[in-house]
């Protein structure tokens, strides 16, 4: 499932399974 948010940001969101929820983020264009 794709998000759109208000800023123009694209997410892409999978849920698949069962259990508690995982968040994966990638930091590389962080400071």
């Not at 759109?4 to 264009?29: C, E, F, M, N």
């Given at each position: 499932?794709?998000?759109?948010?208000?800023?123009?940001?694209?997410?892409?969101?999978k849920?698949?399974?069962?259990?508690?929820?995982?968040?994966?983020?990638?930091?590389?264009?962080?400071?």
């Amino acid at each position: 499932m794709r998000i759109h948010t208000r800023d123009g940001a694209k997410l892409y969101v999978k849920d698949q399974g069962s259990g508690l929820p995982v968040i994966l983020t990638h930091g590389w264009s962080l400071s």
